[in-house]
């Protein structure tokens, strides 16, 4: 970062400012604008540009973040604790298309080397995913994949991985009970990822409560010319080396036919992306974010799917969010969607300031909204054309909006099962994170954190801070960054050294 004092005003009516300079700034620095600091500021942290009377709004974005706990003067910071929560904007009130863009020139001729599937989907890993109906077989399925992986899979080098789909859920809870349907259709439509062929072979114990014929019922083919079923229960196997034979006798028949596909040329319209943030900081809403919304307006021009999420980091944003709907219906959903999360957060005791987390706040962002503001840039620019709720799979293209909690894990689970077949996930403080079935490309806020973790970073976008970057240059970066990596031309750093978090549940029902 530059030595020079640095800030970042994102809309002229804005009366605070984020510091950029690496380690933050000292009491007496001073700006090229004449304002000076009264006291030391962290980076990425709020500087008052005017004098903010207690009671009075603080604005970021253009948009009111809170209002003053009280007088805060110029070239102070502006912590946490002085910015009170507003209350969230009115799901009644919410305009429904009232500013839907129109829609945006075709971007023609890009292209990537994916495997084509049955159902019309594109693979851009080929994966043999083994379901489960049950946590109880969940050891046995992941000691046969040990093995396949050590005994069949070296005979196949066309085929990528075989991955165990292993969840805490199948038995032991409510699986009638209102809610029941989103964990039910989360596992069958993971198992169809465009990545699995969309095709798995599905391992069940017998006496779970989710029998296989549920997933089936929530979209999951079981059962084909032949059976790619083994229940452990059934009284043709004797003893545990029998299940474990059955297990790896079908997969070998399923990794043979996964084995003669080949990678062809696809139009960038068959990706599928899915968009998200964990370890956000101030700089993700300005850096990181924007950047990733530049690409995703590229991908809805190239004729792609894009997926935004995380309804607890976009619920005090819907009110720029409804307006930009393709339609009333869309908007409609939209709030629907918003509800629905209020409703199951009070009825949990909890409410949206649960949300962010001590890192959100060591990295600037004061509250939901501030960091909500600045989530939402990740969706660009584009109408949204489509809403989903969690466990649903995605058919629409352009720009949808997928239902799910904020937690990065249980967020990535409902990407994968509604279909994406990229990711890309920015984060401002760090994380890991990564997921076996999709690539994930990870976007830093801070070139610090670059810096700091080059063998875990795949773009960074912290030099627009500086200006040594622009929104767009980043975006074209990230853009490109997904085709090569669709194309297996590219491995993300998450692939690499193989840092993929198990599938994680959204289960709002009870259990028993």
Known sequence: MSERPLYIQ??????????????????????????????????SHKVALENILEGAPVVRYGEVIGQAARNIPRGAWVSEELVTLPDAPSLESAPLATAVPPPPPALDGFTFEGYRNADGTVGTKNLLGITTTVQCV?????????????????????????????????????????GAEIPIRTIANY?????????????????????????????????????????????????????????????????ARLSRRERVT??????????????????????????????????????????????????????LLTPRAASPDVATALIGEMKWYDDYLRRGGADRSA????????????????????????????????VASPGERVSAKGLVFLATPASDFICGTLQTAAGMNMHVFTTGEGTPYGLAAVPVIKVSSRTELAERWPDLIDVDAGAIATGLATIEGVGWEIFRFILGAAS????????????????????????T
């Open 10 to 43: 994102v809309n002229p009516r804005d009366n605070v400012a984020i510091i950029v300079n690496a380690g933050g700034l000292e009491p007496g620095a001073e700006f090229s604008s004449g304002l000076a600091l009264v006291e030391s500021i962290p980076q």
């Open 355 to 386: 949300n962010p987390t001590p890192g959100n706040k060591r990295g600037g962002l004061a509250n939901i909204v501030e960091k909500a503001l600045g989530s939402i840039a990740k969706s660009g620019s584009t109408a949204i054309q489509a």
């Open 266 to 319: 696809c139009p960038a319209s068959d990706l599928v992306v899915g968009l998200q943030c964990g370890g956000s900081d101030a700089f993700s809403g300005v850096t990181a974010n924007p950047a990733v919304g530049y690409a995703a307006d590229l991908l809805v021009r190239a004729g792609a799917t894009v997926m935004f999420s995380e309804v607890t980091e976009v619920r005090d944003a819907i009110h």
């Open 138 to 178: 969940a050891p046995t399925v992941e000691f046969a994949v040990r093995r396949i992986r050590a005994e069949i899979l070296p005979r196949y080098p066309h085929v990528d991985d075989v991955l165990a789909l292993t969840y805490p859920y199948g038995c032991g809870v409510a699986i009638n009970a209102p």
């Open 488 to 511: 297996g031309r590219k491995k993300t750093w998450s692939d690499y050294w193989g840092l993929h978090n198990a599938p994680a549940l959204f289960n709002p029902a009870p259990v």
């Open 191 to 255: 198992a169809r990822n465009p990545n699995f062929a969309g095709d798995p072979l599905v391992v069940s114990l017998g006496c779970e409560k989710m029998q296989p014929a549920r997933l089936t019922g929530a979209g999951l083919p079981v059962l084909h010319d032949e059976p790619w079923l083994v229940r452990l229960q059934d009284e043709q196997y004797f003893g545990f080396g029998d299940m474990v034979e059955a297990i790896m006798n079908l997969a070998e028949k399923r990794i």
